[in-house]
């Protein structure tokens, strides 16, 4: 912990006695917004779409006064942290776009890693709420987890190079690019992302 940080509690989300599903899913729809503005630009109607899609076991939240301020998953890189529902989909984002969503994200978020090392540890849809950035939420996360040892080593896929406050938090922590895919070119002039980069943790 720096100072000026906040001093979160970490645990697991599945853990918890509160329903932390919708705010989860409001952390995920701001922090994701460029990725899904195709589905809807109203982040509210995102939160609602996304919020049953949580693996609850896998991920780890850190709270104050039952406020979720910030999340991460951790996965063997073969076990899902998130599980999308088609009709949930449908019913929140319409029937077109819910349909698309069903099938492209699925196909994306769900997909396993491939040539994934063993006993390594895939660090996942780290996010904070608004209101509590700057304030170390996903810095004592992530540290918790490296702190924990699951595993012998861990990685961040798929970093957005414009997330500089992102690259900026992993690089503290430990982490270095070891990987960068080139996003399509058309895509890329849409959203602004020119590469997506892996991390992997060095101790």
Same mark, same amino acid.
């Given at each position: /912990? ?5 001093? #979160? ?6 853990? +918890? ?5 919708? &705010?989860?899913?409001?952390? #995920?729809?701001?922090?994701?917004? &460029? ?7 109203? %982040?509210?109607?995102?939160? !609602?779409? @996304?919020?049953? /899609? @949580? ?11 039952? %406020? ?11 076990? +899902? ?5 088609? !009709? *949930? $989909? %449908?019913?929140? $984002? ?13 196909? *994306? ?25 700057? &304030? ?32 900026? $938090?992993?690089?503290?922590?430990? @982490?270095? *690019?070891? =990987?960068? =895919? ?6 890329? !002039? ?5 590469? $997506? ?5 060095? =101790?």
């Amino acid at each position: /912990m720096q100072a000026g940080d906040k001093k #979160f509690t970490i645990v697991k989300a599945d853990k +918890l006695e509160i329903d932390v599903s919708m &705010q989860m899913s409001e952390i #995920f729809a701001e922090g994701f917004s &460029q990725w899904l503005e195709y589905f809807s630009k109203d %982040k509210n109607k995102i939160a !609602k779409a @996304f919020a049953h /899609m @949580f693996v609850l076991e896998q991920f780890y939240v850190a709270v104050v006064n039952d %406020k979720v301020a910030g999340m991460a998953a951790c996965t063997d890189g073969k076990t +899902l942290s998130i599980r999308l529902n088609k !009709k *949930e $989909l %449908k019913k929140h $984002l319409g029937f077109i776009r819910g349909s698309i969503a069903g099938i492209v994200l699925k196909k *994306e978020w769900e997909a396993p890693i491939e040539n994934f090392p063993p006993d390594t540890g895939s660090i996942e849809f780290v996010g904070t709420a608004i209101e509590y950035r700057g &304030q170390g939420a996903a810095s004592q996360i992530i540290s918790h987890i490296l702190e924990n040892a699951l595993y012998n080593d861990y990685v961040i896929e798929e970093v957005a190079d414009t997330n500089i406050p992102a690259m900026k $938090l992993y690089k503290k922590l430990g @982490f270095e *690019e070891y =990987k960068r =895919k080139s996003f399509p070119e058309k895509m890329a !002039k849409i959203n602004g992302i020119n590469h $997506l980069l892996s991390l992997k943790y060095v =101790k």
